[in-house]
């Protein structure tokens, strides 16, 4: 008969994991209010959003240094270090992709994104937000699973870890649009340029939940 999980030690690393998805839920919402204001002509707190979300990703290695240094040789977990690590790195760098993205945008902020893309990209930049959303539910299904071993509660984080592929696959879409439409706009190289980079770093955020969900199906697996 398998041990409830909390009772093994004082503090489960998943509440550490929680937190940490928190941060990059924070760095998702700083993010598309960037992307906004990068967008309109009338905004002009671009760079304070982005130093926000360089704040909230120092903020969310801090947690993850905490999380790292916190789990003493020996202690009984449900699943390997290594798994917990490979996770954690993973929704980390959904992080640090949503402040590359931003730091790339500073770089040329003008002329920036092309007008007639400012839809294209409103909708990748929603796309790849979505699975972040979901890996907070993710990570609390999980916790909830290594405390209980409810199937029920398995069941429900593979449930969301479909959804997030789905999600990644929606993003990958969008992507592959703006791609094709800048090479077929009258544009000069530098724009065509910045602007495929941009697409696949914000696309790389969802690439990066989907892997942060295929990790956690590895450790709900028996």
């Known amino acids: 008969m398998r041990i409830p999980f909390l009772s093994l030690f004082m503090t489960s690393p998943f509440e550490g994991l929680e ?23 009338r905004c002009r707190q ?8 360089v704040t909230l990703e120092h903020e969310a290695d801090a947690v993850k240094r905490r999380i790292r240094g916190h789990l003493p040789i020996g202690t009984m977990m449900p699943v390997s270090k290594f798994q917990l ?6 929704q980390d760098q959904v992080v640090d992709a949503v402040k590359d993205a931003l730091d790339w945008i500073s770089y ?18 929603d796309a790849v937000i979505d699975p972040i ?9 999980a916790r909830e699973y290594f405390r209980t071993y409810a199937e029920k509660h398995r069941v429900a984080v593979k449930e969301i870890i479909r959804t997030v592929r789905s999600q ?4 990958d879409q969008i992507e592959a649009a ?6 077929n706009m009258t544009v000069d190289p530098v724009t065509v340029f910045h602007v495929v980079h941009l697409a696949e770093i914000i696309g790389s955020i969802a690439d990066h939940a989907e ?7 590895a450790m709900l697996s028996r």
């Open 19 to 41: 937190e940490h998805a928190e941060k990059v839920k924070e760095c998702a919402w700083a993010f598309q209010q960037a992307i906004e204001c990068h967008a309109s002509a």
């Open 46 to 53: 671009f760079e304070e959003l982005r130093q926000n979300v």
């Open 211 to 217: 892997n942060a969900g295929d990790m956690m199906r």
């Open 85 to 90: 690590f490979r996770y954690l790195r993973e």
């Open 133 to 141: 959303e979901e890996m907070i539910r993710m990570v609390e299904g």
């Open 108 to 125: 040329r902020s003008e002329p920036g994104i092309p007008a007639e893309l400012h839809k294209d990209f409103f909708l990748l930049v």
């Open 178 to 183: 703006i791609k094709q439409q800048i090479f």
């Open 168 to 171: 990644e696959h929606a993003a």
